[in-house]
């Protein structure tokens, strides 16, 4: 029995108490040292940015309150205090003589105007203007028939027309038309009043007297368009 007893006490790891104690400390040694090398074998954790979950706490020193400063008031721009203005002193000379007056130029002193020559007066036909129309008769109306001036005098080809319609149209041969004076120097109502005995000229000036321009008679310096005329054409030889 007792050999069984002891072979089970050893059996089962049961060792005096005085051996207990290093066995103790060799496991309590060896599962420190399991540890730290766990520690030292694990993997570098990256090192990654903050998340938003991250906080940081900074210290900043609060502001000293500073006592409210008054506000500069602007202070009133000086008032300048103007002196009245005196007034300037009349200084008076005695005995003085007194002051004489002039006017304009000094070296026109003396002048004297009735000594400078009249100027020699216009001719009375330029003072005046251009004379009068002549009045060279009667009218087929009864008034006066004034002489007429030319404001453009008719051309060969105006006048050859017509008056190859005359019985006779030879140099030193006429014909006379008295023609109303109308607006922008035409004629009208043109009858004829004379010609060369027996050349008809009177009717073939009368025919061609449209295209006459021809001014109006002038009375007292003034233009009078519907008083008559006296138109002449006077035939050359070549």
Same mark, same amino acid.
């Given at each position: 029995?007792?050999?069984?007893?002891?072979?089970?006490?050893?059996?089962?790891?049961?060792?005096?108490?005085?051996?207990?104690?290093?066995?103790?400390?060799?496991?309590?040694?060896?599962?420190?040292?399991?540890?730290?090398?766990?520690?030292?074998?694990?993997?570098?954790?990256?090192?990654?940015?903050?998340?938003?979950?991250?906080?940081?706490?900074?210290?900043?020193?609060?502001?000293?309150?500073?006592?409210?400063?008054?506000?500069?008031?602007?202070?009133?721009?000086?008032?300048?205090?103007? @002196?009245? &203005?005196?007034?300037?002193? %009349?200084?008076?000379?005695?005995? +003085? $003589?007194?002051? !004489?007056?002039?006017?304009?130029? *000094?070296?026109?002193?003396?002048?004297?105007?009735?000594?400078?020559?009249?100027?020699?007066?216009?001719?009375?036909?330029?003072?005046?203007?251009?004379?009068?129309?002549?009045?060279?008769?009667?009218?087929?109306?009864?008034?006066?028939?004034?002489?007429?001036?030319?404001?453009?005098?008719?051309?060969?080809?105006?006048?050859?027309?017509?008056?190859?319609?005359?019985?006779? @149209?030879? &140099?030193?041969?006429?014909? %006379?038309?008295?023609?109303?004076? +109308? $607006?922008?120097? !035409?004629?009208?109502?043109?009858? *004829?009043?004379?010609?060369?005995?027996?050349?008809?000229?009177?009717?073939?000036?009368?025919?061609?007297?449209?295209?006459?321009?021809?001014?109006?008679?002038?009375?007292?310096?003034?233009?009078?368009?519907?008083?008559?005329?006296?138109?002449?054409?006077?035939?050359?030889?070549?």
């Amino acid at each position: 029995m007792n050999a069984s007893t002891t072979f089970l006490a050893q059996d089962a790891g049961l060792l005096p108490e005085r051996r207990r104690v290093p066995v103790l400390a060799l496991v309590i040694a060896l599962h420190v040292l399991a540890i730290l090398l766990l520690l030292l074998l694990r993997p570098a954790l990256p090192l990654g940015k903050k998340g938003p979950a991250a906080m940081v706490a900074v210290n900043i020193a609060a502001p000293t309150p500073q006592r409210a400063q008054p506000t500069p008031q602007p202070r009133p721009k000086p008032v300048s205090k103007r @002196s009245a &203005p005196q007034p300037e002193p %009349i200084v008076t000379a005695p005995d +003085a $003589p007194p002051a !004489k007056w002039s006017f304009g130029d *000094p070296a026109l002193r003396g002048f004297d105007l009735k000594s400078v020559p009249s100027a020699e007066p216009a001719p009375a036909q330029l003072a005046a203007g251009p004379p009068d129309s002549a009045v060279v008769g009667l009218a087929p109306d009864g008034s006066k028939l004034y002489a007429a001036e030319w404001q453009r005098e008719p051309t060969d080809a105006e006048l050859g027309f017509y008056l190859r319609k005359a019985r006779y @149209s030879g &140099p030193g041969s006429y014909g %006379i038309i008295a023609c109303r004076t +109308a $607006p922008r120097f !035409k004629v009208e109502d043109c009858r *004829p009043i004379g010609e060369t005995p027996g050349s008809g000229l009177g009717y073939a000036v009368t025919e061609a007297a449209w295209q006459f321009r021809v001014k109006p008679p002038r009375i007292n310096g003034e233009y009078q368009v519907g008083t008559w005329v006296s138109i002449r054409i006077d035939l050359r030889g070549d």
